[in-house]
């Protein structure tokens, strides 16, 4: 099992930027696959950015350009650095760890969520 703790959300004005960060613990982190999703209520929740064991990324397109995901694996943590807030970039944004084991089979772990408000 994966444990995941989200931190660095909040408040910040338009233009601003945040940096969240995501814990996690419980495995090896360094084959986990590692994403950021966003949900706002009424709506799924949506992916952000992920970035896989290897590093490779890949970004929604609404924040290419102004989001980087990285990844620390000596320190089990994940980033989201946002930059160039904008009010419709508001939601709760949740970590998520997955992989594929040797069978086939998904596995996914979900953070707890870290509310992002973007607003003057």
């Known amino acids: 099992q994966v444990q995941l703790v989200e931190s660095g959300g909040g408040l910040v004005q338009p233009g601003g930027s945040l940096r969240l960060s995501c814990a996690a613990s419980?495995?090896?982190?360094?084959?986990?696959?590692m994403g950021w999703y966003r949900q706002t209520p009424g709506k799924q929740r949506e992916l952000v950015a992920t970035?896989?064991?290897?590093?490779?990324?890949n970004y929604a397109d609404s924040v290419k350009g102004r989001f980087t995901i990285s990844r620390d694996n000596a320190k089990n943590t994940v980033y989201l650095q946002m930059n160039s807030l904008k009010p419709e970039d508001t939601a709760a944004y949740y970590c998520?760890?997955?992989?594929?084991?040797?069978?086939?089979?998904?596995?996914?772990?979900w953070g707890q969520g870290t509310q992002v408000t973007v607003s003057s």
């Open positions: 998520n760890a997955m992989r594929r084991t040797l069978s086939g089979r998904e596995l996914n772990y």
């Open positions: 419980g495995s090896i982190f360094s084959i986990w696959n």
């Open positions: 970035i896989t064991s290897g590093d490779n990324t």
